[in-house]
């Protein structure tokens, strides 16, 4: 229970979280075998008044604040990690163009508030994603337009989107300070999507690079300021990482959920296993772990809601979450013995699924990195 958390808030997880059971549970196993982009969740979720979420009602959506963000995504994550990822990665596309773009550009949020368009963030290139300032992207400026030139890796939801924010260098020689978003629809002549990469995890994920060799764009497209393109991505990532741990903290959720209920049910020298103080170590340090992950998240959300700054609170959150995930995970599995190495159990999904959040918005080392600014007395 979470003191600080008003009946409202309980209210709205009960509400998602039975919308989860009753309509994501019995096609997540499958989207995950299939290897199939979940259509049917999104647009399910549309209908709910899931998607969007955190997009203002003047701009077609739901206009609710980051902590009901974060429960949705928490709650999503606990049945479909691979639906709460796409919600994750369409937040970060949402976000920078609410922060940053034009009245104009913030007209095409309607559609993606309603799961008829996706949008992508696009930054991770296939020569690094920790190293921002150091992408080969360039936008070279002929008149009125840009055209772009170079590669991008990793970019979720990429074979299904309509629209891409992506960063190119229009100084390079500035390095970092000669980055400018660019906002560039599907379809654009010279713009190519895919092939799909196959993950270990978050298989029904539609991710791919994309290539660009002289893709034209208006200026009209510059999302923000031209060379200010590092700021909009920094601005976006940090706050965006509380949405990621909040995906993590779903997962952890599902680890302890699963994790309890085999120990209960597994029998060993006429024992059920829960009975043992091996196992109960594995299950009370996933309760403890879980506890403190949540009370992380929502308080790195409600920052945000106050307007506050987040990047240690963010940072520290992405890490601590993740990395619970990926210790508690390994436990659920040794908890679980071979079922929980079978494939077609939710465990094993979940230990593929896990690695992901340690890597997307910054690896942990990226988020030590982050927090090791904060050491330094001057
Ligand atoms: C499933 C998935 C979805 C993703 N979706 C997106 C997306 O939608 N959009 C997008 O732009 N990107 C996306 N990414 C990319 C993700 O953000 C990058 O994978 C991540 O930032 C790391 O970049 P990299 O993989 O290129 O590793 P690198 O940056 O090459 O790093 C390799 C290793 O070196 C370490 N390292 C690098 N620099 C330092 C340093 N200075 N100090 C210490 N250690 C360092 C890293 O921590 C890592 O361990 C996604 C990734 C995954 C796995």
């Known amino acids: 229970m979470i003191a600080f958390l008003p009946q409202e808030y ?67 994550a606990r049945v479909d990690p691979n639906s709460a990822f796409i919600m994750e990665v369409e937040s970060l596309f949402d976000a920078t163009i609410l922060l940053f773009g034009s ?15 996706i949008g992508t963030f696009a930054l991770t290139e296939p020569t690094g994603g920790t190293d921002v300032a150091g992408i080969k992207s360039i936008a070279k400026k002929e008149n009125d337009r840009y055209l772009l030139y170079g590669s991008k890796y990793f970019i979720t939801n990429a074979l299904v989107a309509s629209y891409f924010v992506v960063f190119a260098k229009t100084a390079p020689e500035l390095k970092g300070k000669g980055i400018t978003a660019f906002l560039v629809e599907k379809g654009t002549e010279n713009f190519r999507v895919g092939p799909k990469i196959h993950l270990t995890g978050f298989r029904g994920s539609a991710i791919a690079g994309l290539q660009y060799n002289g893709a034209p764009v208006k200026k009209e497209n510059i999302i923000g300021k031209e060379n200010e393109g590092i700021k909009v991505a920094m601005t976006v990532l ?8 909040a995906l993590a903290l779903g997962m952890l959720q599902r680890v302890y959920e699963e994790s309890v209920k085999f120990a209960n049910f597994r029998k060993s020298m006429e024992n059920p ?20 992950s949540r009370l992380m998240v929502y308080n790195t959300a409600m920052l945000i809601d106050r307007n506050m700054q987040v990047g240690m609170n963010a940072a520290s959150t992405k890490l601590f979450v993740s990395e619970a995930l990926m210790r508690h995970v390994k436990n659920g599995v040794e908890i679980m013995g071979g079922y929980g ?30 927090l090791s600014r904060y050491l330094r007395m001057q």
């Open 341 to 370: 190495y079978t494939r077609g159990t939710v465990m094993e999904r979940l230990a593929r699924d896990a690695h992901n959040t340690t890597l997307s918005l910054g690896t942990s080392e990226a988020m030590r990195l982050v």
């Open 238 to 245: 940090e706050r965006g990482r509380v949405n990621i741990s």
């Open 10 to 76: 309980e209210e709205f997880r009960s509400k998602v979280r039975k919308f989860c059971e009753n309509v994501l549970e019995k096609n997540a196993m499958r989207w995950d075998e299939e290897e199939e982009f979940p259509y049917d969740s999104l647009k399910a979720m549309a209908e709910e008044g899931i998607l969007g979420l955190g997009i203002p009602e003047e701009y077609g959506g739901a206009g609710t604040n980051r902590l009901k963000l974060v429960i949705a995504i928490e709650e999503v």
């Open 273 to 292: 296993i829960v009975n043992y103080q091996f196992i109960q170590n594995y299950l009370t340090d996933m309760l403890t772990d879980l506890e403190a």
């Open 103 to 117: 009245e104009e550009q913030k007209k095409i949020l309607k559609d993606v508030a309603q799961g008829k368009k």
